[in-house]
Structures are given as structure tokens and as C-alpha cells.
């Protein structure tokens, strides 16, 4: 993947919400087939989208589905025949899709969605936190979350460039309101993409047959290939972040060097979460940031390397516990953990010092629920 | 990358010959078949096709559900055990 700087060899900055932002990326990487349903806060990426395969600005087939399974189901079998796809969805939408998610993945095709990451009922709220993405992290999907609307442009092709080498569906995740309809300055840059590729395509013609019932040994080794390829993906996002973003691969590590305390997050919430590490540094707190931009595959390597004191800020629970908190302790690293942000509930740049403190001072029990 | 697992041909998947798995065999009278197509329609495995003096089934593959017996309008189509 190449980037392509317009006249100065930088991009034409203008002021997008990460929806947006989003919508610019896919409209460069140029997708043969779009579908998707609309569900708030992702509607604003695909009304965009539409715009511009009205418009003739885009050469795309936007296929309006009558559901978000058939959403995934439209750009599943457009895939299997060699398109470059795209959906984008939230919370209720990405429940309703689940089953086709696991299809896409286990056929091992190239695809790109966007979540607008949102709460799943009930109650019934519309506002940001993880839940949503989460519940991707078993069926075998690149997962990557992003913290700006520059990041979730960039993040959005790189997603096709990693996706088309390794045979896995991509979601680039980026949190409801406070980025999907917030707007910041973002550069938006050409790129080049590789020419769409893939392990196999079925055309007409062709007799065979896709996925077929199995047996448990074909299945075993299926999903273990899946989990393996998932693992190794990790160099592939890594290099294809180097050409283009350069973010940090995996993960982005702030102001760790000399760090005794390390916070673990994901996610748009970091940037407030970096201003209230911030404030602690000029107190003298020694004290960084491991955000994970990815959640799939997991940065078992960055987060093995913290310092020993660490805390992880969740926005998506498992049982009592966060799901990034079980994921970290299951690295074999001692951590506290804190449940925040359900629902939309504000942390603002004030509560994440307080907490940080907390943590700094030792008062943070093992797993508590910012309420 | 080894797609075995995924693509195969177009009659024969990983899992084999699934008639294997079937408890019940459907008979089929080739006195009382008129052919209508109404099995092979409906048959979910797309495994019954049109004979000589009646529909016949591939065994190979057929796993015994009994759809077609239940859409017979003849009642040509008895399920026996195996």
C-alpha cells in the first residue's frame, strides 16, 4: 500500500466526523459492492456512501438490503465472486448480522466494515461504549479500534490492504457520537491500493462446492488455520501501518518509556485518557498509556512488556470483570481493572485523573465499576 | 493456506457420503409414481431425480428426513428402516 500525497506530498485537510472520515477512506479504496442497513450512529457512513454512488463519484453497487444479516450476507457471497466489499454497522445491527459474521470469516474472504461502536439493549440506549464489537472477538475477525477520525480513515484502508492479503474480514471500530458524529480536522490522503486479491473466487461456471457440510476434522483444522492466520496477521497490519499511518501497529505506546504505571485502553476515550496522564506526568506520576488499536489479534507482546503495575479501563463487560482486563490478565500480567463508560455514561478528562490517582495510590480494588 | 476444509467438489463434500447417516430408507412404488416432480422439488439434498417408470433416489447421498414421502400425493414413498 502506497500513499499518494497530493501537489506537496500531504493530503487536503478538511473537518469530518469519523462517519465521514470513514466514508472518504472507502470512496479511495475504490469497493465494488456496498450494502448495508441503516442503524444509528453508523447511518451517516452509508447515506454518505450512497451520496456518492448517486452522485457517479463513486462506481459502486450499493445494495439496500432489508436487513443487517442480509447486509453481510449481499457482500459475503459479492466476495466469494472476487468483489471488494464494504458494510458498516452498530450494536442491534451487528447482533442481527452475527451468524453471517461467522461465515465471512470462516470462508476466509476479504471484507471491510465499519462499527460505530454502540450499547446493545437492554434497557434500550443508543449511546457509545464496546459491547457491541466485542461480542466479534470469537468468530475470527481482525478487530481495530480506533481513537480519531484521522485513525479511523486511515485505519479504514488499511483495513482493505491487510484484509485482501490475509484472507480475514477486517472491523474498524470507532466509538458512537463521541467520534462517529463528532467532527476534527483530518487529512485526507490518496492511496494506492494493491489490486483486489484473494484466496479463491467462485464465478459462474465453476462447479463447486462452498462450504459444504463437514466433519469435525475439517472444521478442527479450519478454525485452527483461522485462529493461526488471525495470529500471524499481525505482521502484515504492522508493515501496512508503517506505509501508511504509521500509528504504531498493534498498539500505541504513550509516554510508557520510563513508566512504572501503565493504563491499558481502547478506543476514542484514550485522548481524554492521555490528558489526564498528562496532568499526573507534570505532577511527577511516572505514569503511560498501552492503547490497543487492535483487539483481534490481541497485542499479547506490547502488553507483556508493561511495567508491573498495570490498570485496564474497559467500555464492555464480561460477567463482573472488563473483557480487555480478562484478556490482559490472560497474558499472564497482574492487572487492576475498571468497568467504565456503559451506555454513553460520560468519563471526562477530570474522572480518568481521579481514577489514575486511585490507581497510582494503591486505593483501586481488583476490579471495580465506575458508577 | 489450505482450502480443503471450504471448497469442494461439487458432489461429494469433506464429510463424505452422507446417506450414511440415514435411519429410515424411502421406497419408492413405481406402480403408484406418477412422476409429478413434487420430490424432487422439494427433496432438500437434491438427491432424487427422474427415472425410467419412476422418480429414484441416490442413496449415496439421500439421509432419510422423509420430506419426500410427506409430499407425495400418490403415496408412492415408503420410509423402511435400515
Not at chain 1, 500525497?5 to 472518504?24: D, P, Q, Y
Not at chain 1, 478487530?143 to 485505519?155: L, V
Not at chain 1, 479463491?200 to 469435525?216: F, H, K, Q, S, W
Request: with cysteine; proline share 4%; charged share 25%.
Amino acid at each position: 500500500m502506497r500513499a499518494e500525497g497530493n501537489r506537496n506530498g500531504s493530503g487536503v485537510k478538511r473537518l469530518l466526523t469519523s462517519n465521514e472520515a470513514i466514508a472518504e477512506a472507502v470512496k479511495i479504496a475504490k469497493p465494488d459492492v456496498i450494502a448495508a442497513y441503516p442503524i444509528t450512529p453508523q447511518s451517516p457512513i452509508v447515506e454518505k456512501l450512497a451520496e456518492m454512488v448517486e452522485s457517479g463519484e463513486l462506481d459502486a453497487s450499493f445494495v439496500r438490503v432489508e436487513s443487517e444479516h442480509s447486509a453481510m450476507a449481499v457482500i459475503h457471497g459479492a466476495a466469494t465472486a472476487g468483489a471488494r466489499v464494504f458494510t458498516a454497522t452498530s450494536s442491534h445491527g451487528l447482533a442481527y448480522m452475527f451468524e453471517m459474521c461467522w461465515w465471512i470469516a470462516g470462508s476466509r474472504l476479504p471484507a471491510v466494515m465499519a462499527v460505530a461502536t454502540r450499547s446493545i439493549g437492554a434497557p434500550w440506549n443508543i449511546h457509545g461504549d464496546h459491547t457491541d464489537i466485542m461480542s466479534l472477538r470469537d468468530a475470527g475477525w481482525i478487530i481495530g479500534m480506533a481513537e480519531s477520525a484521522q485513525e479511523a480513515f486511515d485505519m479504514t484502508l488499511q483495513a482493505f490492504a491487510v484484509s485482501e492479503v490475509v484472507n480475514i474480514p477486517f472491523a474498524v471500530g470507532i466509538d458512537a457520537f463521541t467520534m462517529s458524529h463528532t467532527a476534527e480536522i483530518v487529512e485526507i490522503r490518496n492511496a494506492k491500493l494493491p489490486e483486489r486479491r484473494q484466496a479463491y473466487r467462485i464465478l459462474p461456471g465453476m462447479e463447486v462446492a462452498v462450504n459444504a457440510v463437514t466433519m469435525g476434522e475439517a472444521r478442527m483444522k479450519a478454525r485452527y488455520d483461522l485462529a493461526i492466520d488471525l495470529e500471524k496477521s499481525a505482521e502484515v497490519i504492522e508493515r501496512t501501518d508503517g506505509e501508511f499511518g504509521s500509528y504504531g501497529g498493534l498498539v500505541e505506546k504513550y509516554r510508557l518509556e520510563d513508566a512504572e504505571y501503565a493504563v491499558v485502553m481502547a478506543g476514542g476515550w484514550c485522548g481524554d485518557a492521555k490528558d489526564a496522564i498528562d496532568m499526573l506526568r507534570d505532577e511527577g506520576v511516572r505514569i503511560g498509556m498501552l492503547r490497543l488499536r487492535f483487539i483481534r489479534p490481541f497485542p499479547e507482546k506490547a502488553v507483556k512488556e508493561l511495567p508491573s503495575e498495570v490498570l485496564v479501563v474497559d467500555r464492555a463487560n464480561t460477567g463482573i470483570k472488563g473483557i480487555l482486563g480478562m484478556e490482559t490478565a490472560a497474558c499472564g500480567v497482574e492487572v487492576k481493572n475498571v468497568v467504565a463508560g456503559i451506555g454513553g455514561l460520560d468519563v471526562g478528562i477530570d474522572d480518568f485523573y481521579r481514577l489514575f490517582g486511585k490507581f497510582v495510590d494503591g486505593k483501586l480494588e481488583k476490579v471495580e465499576w465506575l458508577i | 493456506m489450505d482450502l480443503s476444509p471450504i471448497l469442494s467438489e461439487a458432489t461429494v463434500a469433506s464429510a463424505g457420503e452422507t446417506g450414511s447417516w440415514r435411519n429410515y430408507r424411502p421406497l419408492v412404488s413405481s406402480e403408484l409414481c406418477s412422476k409429478c416432480g413434487n420430490c424432487i422439488v422439494y427433496c432438500p439434498e437434491g438427491v432424487i431425480f427422474e427415472g425410467v417408470d419412476s422418480v429414484e433416489i441416490d442413496y449415496r447421498f439421500c439421509k432419510g428426513c422423509g420430506v419426500c414421502r410427506e409430499v407425495c400425493g400418490q403415496k408412492a414413498i415408503e420410509m423402511v428402516p435400515e
